[in-house]
């Protein structure tokens, strides 16, 4: 699995689980069967899913971080807290805890956002206001972030 691609609608059920879109799941067949980490995103109010194989990527990172130093603990508590190993029933669905609703202000409509490798699991009226208010500086943004990225044909030129 490279990246992910799409966004997707669905509701959550009294329960609390959400159905994954045949389209999602049909991206991370190679990954299904070893399950996945929720977490709390970092920047947003929304929910991050990540396979198991990315997850450990991300903790390998910060495995690195000098526990001795402050600031990497405090990182690693926030970044971690309420992180939850999660899988799929066997009717696709995929249980958002408690906790982590209430985090995330989940309520009934829910978007699934492709984010490269990781899905955002977000309240849709929450990713709706997000994605609006960001429209306006996105061209600005995009210089900022990409502009300075040079392709083989640029650097041919």
Same mark, same amino acid.
């Given at each position: 699995m490279d990246s *992910? !691609?799409? /966004? @997707?609608?669905? %509701? /959550?059920?009294? %329960?609390g689980r959400v159905m994954l879109s045949s389209g999602l799941k049909k991206q991370m067949e190679s990954v299904l069967h #070893?399950? +996945? &980490? *929720?977490?709390?995103? &970092? +920047?947003?109010?929304?929910l991050e899913l990540y396979p198991m194989a990315e997850w450990n990527k991300v903790m390998?990172? &910060?495995? %690195?971080? =000098?526990r001795f130093v402050k600031k990497n603990n405090d990182f690693i508590r926030l970044f971690t807290a309420g992180v939850k190993n999660v899988e799929l029933d066997a009717s696709g669905r995929l249980l958002l805890p408690k906790d982590l609703l209430v985090y995330s202000k989940i309520t009934k409509e829910v978007v699934l956002s492709s984010a490269v490798s990781i899905i955002e699991i977000w309240d849709k009226e929450l @990713? #709706? %206001?997000? !994605? $609006?208010?960001?429209? $306006? $500086?996105f061209a600005e943004l995009a210089e900022q972030v990409?502009?300075? *990225? =040079? /392709? #083989? #044909? $640029?650097e041919l030129s």
């Open positions: *992910l !691609i799409g /966004t @997707y609608e669905c %509701k /959550t059920d009294a %329960k #070893e399950g +996945f &980490v *929720l977490k709390r995103s &970092v +920047f947003q109010s929304c390998g990172q &910060v495995g %690195k971080l =000098n @990713y #709706e %206001k997000a !994605i $609006d208010g960001a429209m $306006d $500086d990409m502009g300075g *990225l =040079n /392709t #083989e #044909e $640029d």
